[in-house]
């Protein structure tokens, strides 16, 4: 059993695993300067949201609601990534932020990170806005009250960029658990930001759809992610 296991978690882990930790061996905190920018912006965010002067400019630049014009929220999006939700611990923004955005900056880059999470994020955003044209009655839908809630915060993106950087690496039962995860916290609360988590993995199941139609075209017997054979690069 137990050499089953670790032959399991060699296939499922083996190659991220050695991808993350030779970029931290040679390169130390240097491998993340996106990561780092990201965890002191969320910071700085938090810092200031907090102060009686800073709370509405942070709200200008970077709280998104359903009610706001599409223009507007596409405008605050960006920055809405690293704006924590005011009613959660900032430390466990700032650990995901750290974690996840770290492990795929080193992983996949850090522009194909920032696109990833953007795309997750942008997922989100956008299906709040149909969930409640849908309305309250259907499975996928949203009352009408979710219009006025403050949509900010990594989840969206930290949840899109798991799956995506499992599905690269050919970590497959990990990015299943993930979505599974994200399902079950829907069936115990089915809020705004559980479903908004589930469109942000939709978000990037259709990136990831098309990147492999378009590597099954082009592959030519070079082999793929999760392979025996395929040995990950680092991405600078």
């Known amino acids: 059993m137990s050499g089953t296991l670790k032959e399991f978690a060699r296939r499922e882990w083996g190659p991220l695993f050695s991808t993350v930790r ?9 491998a993340v300067p996106m990561t780092l920018t990201a965890v002191c912006l969320t910071a700085l965010c938090q810092l200031v949201q907090n102060q009686d002067w800073g709370y509405q400019p942070v709200q ?3 709280s998104v609601r359903a009610e706001d014009p599409l223009w507007l929220a596409l405008l605050r999006t960006p920055l809405s ?8 611990p900032v430390w466990g923004a700032l650990a995901q932020v750290l974690l996840v955005f770290g492990i795929a900056e080193i992983c996949i880059g850090r522009w194909r990170t920032l696109a990833v999470a953007y795309l997750a994020t942008l997922g989100g955003t956008l299906y709040a806005r149909v969930g409640i044209a849908l309305g309250p009655d259907g499975p996928f839908g949203l009352p009408a009250s979710d219009a006025q809630v403050v949509d900010t915060g990594p989840s969206a993106a930290v949840v899109g960029l798991a799956v995506y950087v499992c599905w690269r690496y050919g970590a497959r039962w990990t990015a299943g658990l993930v979505v599974l995860a994200m399902v079950v916290e829907v069936v115990i609360k089915p809020n705004l930001a559980g479903k908004e988590h589930l469109a942000a993995i939709a978000s990037v199941l259709v990136l ?13 017997g070079v082999p793929r992610p999760g392979t025996r054979s395929w040995k990950p690069p680092i991405k600078s």
């Open 60 to 62: 200008d630049l970077g």
């Open 81 to 88: 990534l690293f704006v924590p939700a005011l009613d959660l």
């Open 208 to 220: 990831i759809a098309v990147r492999a139609w378009r590597e099954r075209r082009q592959e030519g």
């Open 22 to 30: 030779t970029a931290l061996a040679t390169r130390g905190w240097r």
